[in-house]
């Protein structure tokens, strides 16, 4: 199982991104697809995640209402829509796989068996 995430760049406060991670390997219907960020100096920090077979989502309490999860099962990849960006969501983004079931929340990232690559997010004026 292979994990591309990709989309990441350098936005202004207020703008948008669309996050994008592309799997490999398996099909999803039996994964849950978790989105992670990770500052510098700071510790790996869940955003959301979806159970593929579902659509069942869920959110860190800091991004509801700017962060939407998606999928679309013919390219069977996952997409992070970020809107209202601000500064504080400056990181490197990692998207991860795990089997749905998996024991434990969805937002812990040691729950997690396949990572992506990560994308930096950077957000500034």
């Known amino acids: 199982v292979q994990l591309q995430a990709s989309g990441g760049g350098l936005v202004q406060p207020g703008g948008s991104l669309r996050l994008s991670c592309t799997v490999s390997?398996?099909?999803?219907?039996?994964?849950?697809i978790g989105w992670f960020r990770q500052a510098p100096g700071k510790e790996r920090e869940g955003v959301s995640c979806i159970r593929w077979m579902n659509g069942w989502t869920k959110y860190a309490d800091s991004v509801k209402g700017r962060f939407t999860i998606l999928k679309d099962n013919e390219k069977n990849t996952a997409y992070l829509q970020i809107d209202s960006l601000k500064p504080d969501d400056t990181a490197t983004y990692y998207c991860a796989g795990r089997p749905r079931e998996t024991y434990g929340s969805c937002s812990l990232y040691d729950s997690y068996a396949y990572w992506g690559q990560g994308t930096l997010v950077t957000v500034s004026s």
């Open positions: 390997g398996t099909t999803l219907t039996s994964y849950d």
